[in-house]
């Protein structure tokens, strides 16, 4: 009966413990405290913990009463745990709920996918139907992050200098990134002292330490500051010997040299910064160089840097050729010169770099010319019309007149001045010489109606040359009295008397013989008497005994022995 009774009350014992135990087991796996447990830990940040106990809450929950919350709990778990889906995962709870009060901040996470991802006009797309207020404090400092980077990287200057302000003026985690690309922005914008005051700031900040002094550098470059930029490279190249903006800092480092005038010193520096950037240099640092290289007295190294720097149609491939052709001048290759110079001639990106190229093409030219009335001709010829006013001009009118005047090629010569517009005084001089002896030729041919029309266009052009339009008029004297044109030739012997300062020459004494003889002809006895008699004083021939008999006789004796003693063939070589 004892044991009875003890095996009834163990049952019941039993009884109650198994009835409690399965209370406690069902309460512990209902859908409610397993959507408490999920939500603690989402918001303890135990992502992947809350995880199992939202899922399975969702898959027991049938009702829609906290589902949509422990849904939007594991869509924002997945983004956080980087779940290789979560776009999808995200872009599903929003189609599934598009009225959710969590909209804001999925669209928010939606963005922040894509700008990881790299793309930044889906990120952006997105971040417009995001209002970045209402996001939660820790994470509205990152999505303005996010979203001014995005227009950054989109080339949307604008949208990004302002969202950046933002961040540095609101955000405590990210005001220094927002002041590191404000300044960036500043700097491409050519906005350099903001730039400048922006980086200076960052100097001693452990994230951008090793970047800003880059951009100071060049700020201080390009404010001509050489010193304040050399040191400021020649510190980081000490603290950063092999960091990525080492080598940019030897560039900047050659650039100072270049421009304080210390260019051994430039070459040094450039020659660090060609080994660690041999393939993609910088064509400006090509270009100074090869310009140090050239003041150093270099010149084959000079002019392979300056051919390296040549290319694009710009006033620095202009520049680079002009000096390219001044070193192969050094170098003696004169035909490698006059080529650098005909490109850099034919650039119009610098107008004084053009005229220094087309002087120096036209000389190479003329000094390699194979042809006396050549290439080089042209070339002169072109350079006076495009640069009239320059001072090369003068010289140019120089060699084309030691041209004109060696080769006596007249005819090739006057075409050339005629293409000149605007002929300095030299060259019309040139040109009246020119067409006195064209004049000249003309008459010793025995054309002298063709003779006229030279001599009469080289007096036209007297007042450069008097002694020279002097001696055109004898010869226009000269070619009349062949036409038997007595008067006219007459006034040009006359004209020649009035110029001529050279009163003591065999022309000047045949020219009162002539004009003796046409007043003879005139039968002016006395006007003729007076010229022979100073003909007889003057002339120098050797046939003195002919001079004795015209200073004896009467004066009609006189001018008929003159008559029969004129000196026809004799036509004195015109002066020049």
């Known amino acids: 009966m004892k044991k009875e009774i003890i095996r009834l009350v163990c049952a019941a014992l039993f009884s109650v413990s198994a009835t409690g135990f399965a209370q406690t087991n069902e309460k512990i796996t209902s859908p409610y405290h397993l959507y408490q447990e999920g939500k603690a830990l989402f918001h303890e940040k135990h992502y992947a913990a809350c995880v199992p106990a939202l899922k399975a809450f969702v898959k027991q929950m049938t009702s829609e009463e906290y589902r949509q919350d422990a849904e939007y709990m594991l869509a924002a778990a997945a983004y956080e745990l980087q779940d290789k889906n979560r776009i999808g995962i995200l872009r599903k709870y929003l189609n599934r709920y598009p009225d959710t009060p969590h909209a804001n901040r999925i669209y928010g996470l939606l963005a922040s996918c894509y700008f990881y991802n790299g793309n930044y006009d889906e990120s952006l797309a997105l971040f417009n139907a995001t209002r970045l207020e209402l996001l939660p404090d820790e994470e509205r400092g990152e999505r303005t992050y996010q979203l001014a980077t995005g227009q950054l990287k989109t080339g ?149 840097a300056l051919g390296r720097a040549t290319g694009t149609d710009d006033a620095l491939t202009q520049n680079a050729n002009l000096h390219l052709g001044l070193s192969y001048l050094q170098l003696a290759e004169k035909n490698k010169a006059r080529m650098a110079f005909e490109q850099a001639a034919a650039s119009d990106a610098n107008r004084q770099i053009k005229e220094q190229a087309a002087y120096n093409y036209a000389l190479c030219l003329h000094e390699t010319s194979y042809s006396a009335f050549g290439e080089s001709v042209t070339a002169f010829e072109k350079f006076l019309n495009d640069f009239p006013t320059s001072p090369y001009a003068e010289k140019v009118s120089g060699y084309l007149i030691e041209v004109y005047m060696n080769t006596r090629s007249y005819e090739a010569a006057l075409k050339s001045i005629d293409r000149i517009a605007r002929p300095s005084a030299r060259m019309l001089e040139a040109k009246q010489k020119i067409l006195f002896q064209l004049g000249t030729q003309a008459f010793a041919n025995a054309d002298f109606e063709q003779a006229l029309q030279y001599l009469n266009r080289s007096i036209a052009l007297g007042q450069y040359n008097r002694q020279t ?95 029969s003693k004129r000196p026809s063939n004799t036509t004195p070589k015109p002066n020049r």
């Not at 003026?169 to 700097?187: A, C, H, P, Q, V």
């Not at 008497?529 to 004796?557: E, I, M, P, W």
């Open 156 to 304: 949307n200057l604008k949208e990004a200098a302002v969202w950046f302000e933002t961040l540095r003026s609101t955000s405590f985690r990210y005001s220094e990134d927002g002041n590191y690309y404000l300044s960036y922005i500043r700097y491409t914008q050519g906005r350099y002292r903001e730039a400048l005051d922006g980086f200076l700031a960052l100097q001693n900040n452990a994230k951008y330490k090793a970047l800003a002094p880059y951009y100071i550098a060049e700020i201080y470059i390009i404010q001509k500051e050489y010193d304040k930029a050399l040191k400021v490279a020649q510190n980081y190249l000490s603290a950063y010997p092999r960091n990525e903006h080492t080598a940019e800092m030897h560039r900047i480092s050659g650039d100072a040299y270049y421009h304080l005038g210390q260019y051994q010193r430039a070459t040094e520096a450039f020659g660090l910064y060609l080994n660690r950037h041999p393939d993609t240099p910088r064509r400006d640092a090509l270009y100074r160089l090869g310009i140090s290289y050239y003041q150093t007295g270099v010149y084959s190294k000079a002019a392979e």
């Open 469 to 563: 339009k002097a001696d055109a008029y004898y010869w226009c004297g000269e070619s009349y009295y062949r036409l038997n044109r007595m008067t006219e030739a007459a006034r040009d012997f006359n004209a020649y008397l009035q110029l001529t300062a050279q009163t003591d020459s065999e022309t000047y004494a045949l020219t009162n013989y002539n004009l003796g003889y046409i007043a003879f002809h005139r039968k002016a006895y006395t006007e003729a008497k007076d010229y022979f008699l100073r003909f007889v004083r003057l002339y120098k021939a050797n046939d003195r005994t002919a001079l004795q008999t015209l200073t004896t006789g009467s004066a009609t004796a006189t001018c008929t022995c003159a008559a």
